[in-house]
Each structure stands twice: as C-alpha cells, then as structure tokens.
C-alpha cells in the first residue's frame, strides 16, 4: 500500500493560538532576557482550559503554537517562501548547537525551506515577546514585497 501525501499539512512554527487547529508544541522557559522553548514531546490542541492556563499573560507569551501555514494570506509568505524563516536564519544567532527535539519537524514549514539551522534558532523565538531585542523586533516584522 502506498503511503498518500496528498492531504499531508505544512505546519507554521510560529502561528496564533487563537487560529484553528492549532497545536501546542513547546513551552517558554529559560528567563526574561534569554526565552526559550522547551518542547512538548506531544503537541496538544489548543483548548480553552489549555489558555487559561497562560493568564494573566497572552498564550502566544505562554507556549508556541503551530498551524496549518496560511501560505499567500500570511504576511510572511512571498508566493513561496516564507520571509519570516529566511530572516530568522540569516539574521538571529543560532540558540541550540544541536538539533533540539520537535514533534512538528517534518511537517514545519521553516526546516522544511531552511533545514537545520531554522532548528538551531527556533527555541529563541517567543510569539508574543514584549521584552524583545532590537534584533529580534527586526527580524520579526513583516517586509513588504517590491512592485
């Protein structure tokens, strides 16, 4: 029997939680100054008791969340890649020297357009980061396409 790909999803690494179908793949920890994700072994659905568990903060400052990459209604995507994952790579320094575990790896978008070092950078990245480098605020904000 042939495995069928077809329906198969890419996963944004850095979606809202409030977007549906959205999973829970890692947890913030490490301090202020330095975040990082711990990753969940299992991602979880996003529900409302999985939320309130985040206040009085926002959940995006709590966990990271995936969903099904938005493709051409993100302001991230340039038609076929995502800009937000180049920017990531080429500009952030790497966070992890090994590759951190992940349950959503093989179907993110960011390993699958950038591979390992979008890993090695990913447990820095905080959806909702109000303490944020001038570098992380940089790389994070969308850029507009010429035309």
């Known amino acids: 029997m042939e495995h069928d790909n077809s329906n198969k999803t890419t996963l944004c690494p850095s979606s809202r939680p409030e ?3 959205s999973v829970v793949f890692g947890v913030i920890s490490g301090t202020v100054d330095q975040p990082r994700v711990a990753y969940l072994k299992n991602p979880q659905p996003v529900t ?24 051409h209604q993100c302001q991230h995507f340039d038609g076929s890649n995502c800009r937000l994952a ?5 500009q952030l320094p790497i966070a992890e020297t090994q590759l951190p575990p992940c349950a959503i790896r093989k179907d993110c978008r960011w390993f699958q357009q950038e591979g390992k070092a979008a890993c090695m950078r990913c447990p820095q990245i905080i959806t909702d980061n109000y303490n944020a ?10 850029t507009t396409l010429g035309g």
């Open 86 to 90: 180049q920017r990531v790579v080429q």
């Open 48 to 71: 409302e008791e999985l939320i309130a568990l985040a206040e009085p903060v926002t959940p995006a400052e709590v966990f990271r969340t995936a969903s099904a990459c938005a493709t």
């Open 133 to 142: 480098s001038e570098l992380v605020r940089e790389v994070s904000m969308p």
């Open 19 to 21: 977007l549906p179908g």
